[in-house]
């Protein structure tokens, strides 16, 4: 029997919102940092698809041993794939998983098994559920909830959202989302809404990248951050990079006085130490060293950034924004201590479901 949904098709997608609304009309979940996937299983043919349309089964073999094991024959299901490490969601272990040799796949799945977290269904034996709200959806995935995978927890109670959005940060989620409650699934459609958390630092301003689009020095296309750890040690620790064309052209000129050659800069040369984040270096996901231009350490800018992986020492998950210039701070002072720490929070009691209150 085919599937009624087919794969590929483009996962439903949130657009950001500001605050949780008081107003009903919306069943909220917590906001999973993960994965996308979606699950097809239509008998012993099971498929992982990322959110980019692209297969992940050779990847999460043990995801896809463990739900063939448990799934009904004919599914689809929409969710998110996560690693759980010392009770909360491990981000960097997650993208470790993804490597082009198949032994360092077996390994991983064995030390950094992944977990398949629920939360929609559309499609169950032949009936395809793509055109119901999402209030019965979320009915039929309550049940299908078995050993297989996580249900995620769901809500209507705006109060309710608004405890999880500070009591799960500490298990490492990154927010959560509101799905209109009467709306069918949309594919490919910014029809849901995510709360996430932004907070500021101030930063080193250390370096920077010309825009790809122009000769060096005509525009800035990227901010290099830099933060002091206790032994006053310089970590880079993310990039701004979102100007408008007129402003990148501005920044090349006004920081042109703060143009080095690099001696003494902390991060080149006999400068660097072992275990410093410096920027431009080779990775699994870069092949070549990307070319950077130092900067005197003079300027610090305030930026907003949503929150930090990597451990000691940390960096910006995703691209920070520019709020303003600190001509009141010093370089010397932007230190690791001004980032906030959300408290520790149990994930595994989130899997379960024990946190759920609703009206």
């Known amino acids: 029997m085919a599937l009624p949904v087919l794969a590929p098709i483009k996962p439903m997608l949130a657009k950001p919102a500001k605050a949780i609304p008081d107003s009903g009309g919306l069943l909220f979940e917590p906001k999973w940092d993960g ?17 980019a349309e ?47 040799a198949d032994s360092r796949v077996q390994l991983l799945a064995k030390e950094s098994p992944a977990e398949f977290v629920a939360f929609d269904v559309l499609a169950l034996g ?25 249900l995620t927890p769901a809500t209507t109670d705006p109060d309710t959202a608004r405890h999880w959005f500070e009591l799960f940060e500490g298990a490492g989620l990154d927010g959560v989302i509101g799905k209109p409650l009467g709306e069918p699934y949309t594919p490919g459609k910014r029809v849901l809404f995510k709360y996430k958390h932004s907070r500021t630092a101030d930063c080193v301003l250390a370096g920077l990248r010309w825009h790809v ?8 296309g990227s901010f290099l ?43 080149l040369g006999d400068a660097v130490r072992e275990g410093q984040r410096i920027p431009g270096g080779i ?33 910006f998950r995703h691209t920070a924004q520019f709020a303003r210039w600190r001509p009141d701070r010093e370089p010397s002072s932007c230190g690791y201590a001004q980032l906030e720490e959300p408290a520790r929070y149990d994930l595994s009691a989130v899997f379960r479901g024990e946190v759920v209150r609703t009206r």
Do not use: M
């Not at 689009?213 to 800035?220: K, L, Q, R, S, T």
């Open 213 to 220: 689009d122009g000769a060096p020095g005509e525009a800035v």
């Open 54 to 100: 692209k297969p992940l089964n050779r990847y999460f073999p043990e995801v896809v041993e463990r739900l063939l094991e448990t799934l009904p024959d004919q599914v689809v299901l929409d969710g998110e794939l996560v690693v759980a490490r010392d009770g909360k969601l491990d981000f960097d272990a997650l993208t470790e998983r993804i490597h082009p």
């Open 35 to 51: 994965f996308r996937c979606l699950v097809f299983r239509d008998g012993d043919e099971l498929t992982l698809q990322s959110r």
């Open 283 to 315: 990775t699994r996901w870069r092949s070549k060293e990307q070319p950077w231009v130092p900067l005197r350490l003079e300027r610090v800018v305030e930026v907003s950034y949503e929150h930090t992986e990597g451990g000691d020492p940390a960096r």
């Open 126 to 150: 032949s009936e395809s559920f793509v055109d119901e709200p999402t209030s019965a959806r979320r009915a039929r995935l309550e049940q299908l909830a078995g050993d297989g995978f996580h």
């Open 225 to 267: 951050l830099g933060l002091h750890d206790g032994d006053g040690l310089l970590h880079h620790v993310g990039v701004v990079g979102s100007f408008p064309a007129a402003r990148r052209r501005e920044l090349a000129t006004e920081l042109a006085p703060l143009v080095t050659d690099g001696e003494g800069h902390p991060w």
